[in-house]
């Protein structure tokens, strides 16, 4: 804390939090003080909506083809790393009125 100043913790809960639970990590690292949650797909970020977790969940990997709109609706935030990605995004967004809050992924190398 000392040297991240207010930079806030997200905590990734993927892969059913690494075997352990996704619910019952994403709890335990809410109630240590993370502001929001990590998955690897909408499936798992609408589980935990599913399950009570309201803290901001952001879902970074996509298939071709998905369908945005369930994310749109439970609130989950959404990575996109192409262009199709956004277009799909944006054809959800459309097509369910809601807004999308998105963090763009770049591969760095």
Do not use: N
């Not at 809410?30 to 970020?45: F, K, N």
């Amino acid at each position: 804390r000392e040297h991240a100043g207010h930079a806030q913790l997200m905590a990734v809960v993927k892969a059913d939090g690494y075997g352990h639970g996704a619910t019952r990590v994403a709890q335990t690292a809410l109630g240590a003080g993370a502001a929001e949650l990590g998955v690897a797909t909408v499936d798992e970020a609408l589980a935990l909506r599913a399950d009570g977790i309201t803290a901001p969940v952001l879902a970074w990997l996509h298939p071709p083809g998905i369908d945005f709109g369930p994310a749109l609706l439970a609130d989950v935030q959404v990575a996109v790393s192409s262009l199709r990605q956004l277009d799909e995004l944006l054809h959800a967004v459309r097509r369910t009125g809601r807004t999308a809050t998105v963090t763009v992924k770049v591969d760095t190398g």
